[in-house]
């Protein structure tokens, strides 16, 4: 039995009475998730790639700040564009937007060939990018928590999500493989090449069925939702913690020549998806709360260590603390953002929950970027540190009042049919 501090998922099913047959675990790995994983893997494999791109800026002439704030522009584009997608894909389906968001990321992938000043252009073609992954990232979303079956909700969403970390680790061993082999071109050729394969998967993957019940009412509705509040505050502190090493972890080897980005993606990448493969059911088994606990502490304790790392090894144990900490964070989170939501009103909440990160962006772009040029590294990887902390405090402590008993459904709308209502 859950502590009354830690309430276990809201939404979860029921166990099946004893002799009913119902006890076999419904299956996740259908062709249309393969599919669909195969189209994020490359999608998220182009994005990644884009990690050395603040190299290629230094080169332009640009200084962390600098970095920081084109990240920060480009996050605040792509949330102006959330609330047009959320509510496109609660009204005309998921497909829409997956398919547009395609077109457009390979375009802005393309642009970047044009790219050889930093100035005006730049940042057309980093909005117009950051733009699509917006799209993407939350119609993939969206079309996989709407493929996986609610009894295995969280370890699906995890499980899918292994197919966009995989590429963190592949992107920075490619990406300084091919910085070495013919500089930034040969990066800016592969993530096109790979945006353009995730576009043609994409066509593949058929619109699930809508859901059935009251109206959607919107992204703002969504936003309002008191049982939903609380993962609001806990995603958007995750997402700004872990800014500070996907923005400025590049700029960081370049000046402190103790390894490699891949260095720390690469463990990072490999730690998240061996757990969400290996123990990817244990947030449904011991309680969702209970594993983000130690997920959003090992994020902080990758970002201390990083905040005093002088040698290759401390570089790599940091990516392992944080990529477990990822591993769990990420899908406890949606996946309790997804139970709660109104089932018609899904697209709009995982739009909300993945602006997050945009936002996460936005912040760290400008607060670790200047941190990074006018304190040093280690006091700005030491302060994401204590914004992953917050984060699971203000989690633990408000989920109090908005926990089981507020985290349900049961009198703000229908289910999906063959869900039961909560």
């Avoid at 939702?225 to 958007?236: C, D, R």
């Avoid at 944080?322 to 949606?334: E, N, Q, V």
């Avoid at 703000?412 to 049919?417: C, K, N």
Wanted: aromatic share 8%.
């Amino acid at each position: 039995m859950s502590p009354p501090d830690l309430p276990e998922l809201a939404g979860a099913p029921p166990p099946a009475p004893p002799g009913s047959g119902a006890s076999a675990r419904p299956r996740l790995l259908t062709p249309v998730f393969v599919t669909l994983s195969l189209a994020h893997f490359l999608c998220a494999l182009s994005f990644n790639l884009y990690l050395h791109l603040p190299g290629l800026f230094l080169e332009l002439g640009a200084r962390e700040a600098q970095v920081g704030m084109l990240s920060a522009v480009m996050g605040v584009c792509a949330i102006l564009a959330r609330p047009p997608v959320g509510r496109v894909m609660d009204r005309s389906g998921r497909r829409p937007i997956l398919l547009a968001g395609g077109v457009l990321g390979t375009a802005a992938c393309l642009g970047y060939f044009a790219v050889d000043s930093w100035g005006p252009y730049l940042f057309v073609v980093r909005i117009a990018h950051g733009v699509s992954e917006a799209m993407l990232f939350a119609s993939l979303f969206a079309l996989a928590a709407d493929i996986v079956p609610a009894s295995r909700r969280i370890e699906g969403i995890g499980l899918f999500g292994v197919s966009g970390l995989l590429p963190v680790a592949v992107s920075g061993i490619v990406g300084d493989g091919l910085v070495g082999l013919g500089g930034y071109p040969l990066v800016l050729a592969a993530g096109a090449a790979t945006a353009g394969a995730s576009l043609l998967l994409t066509l593949l993957v058929p619109e699930p069925p809508r859901a059935v019940g009251e109206a959607p009412r919107g992204l703002w509705a969504a936003a309002r939702e008191p049982h939903l509040f609380p993962l609001w505050v806990a995603g958007l502190l995750f997402a700004t913690a872990i800014s500070a090493y996907f923005i400025l972890l590049k700029t960081f080897v370049e000046h402190h020549p103790i390894g490699k980005i891949g260095d720390f993606f690469g463990v990072y990448a490999v730690v998240a998806s061996a757990l969400r493969v290996g123990l990817g059911s244990l947030p449904e088994r011991l309680g969702p709360k209970r594993v983000a606990a130690f997920a959003m502490t090992a994020v902080a304790c990758g970002l201390f260590l990083l905040a005093s790392a002088d040698a290759r090894w401390q570089l790599m144990l940091a990516g392992g603390l944080a990529g477990a900490g990822h591993g769990y964070t990420f899908p406890i989170l949606l996946g309790l953002v997804v139970t709660r939501a109104r089932a018609t009103e899904r697209g709009a909440a995982l739009t909300l929950f993945t602006a997050l990160f945009d936002g996460g962006t936005v912040v760290g772009g400008f607060v670790f970027g200047w941190l990074a040029e006018h304190a040093g590294y280690a006091p700005m990887f030491a302060s994401a540190g204590v914004l992953s902390l917050v984060g699971l405090v203000l989690l633990l402590a408000l989920d109090r009042r908005h926990g089981r008993e507020r985290g349900t459904h049961a009198a703000t709308g229908p289910a999906v049919p063959g869900e039961r209502r909560r």
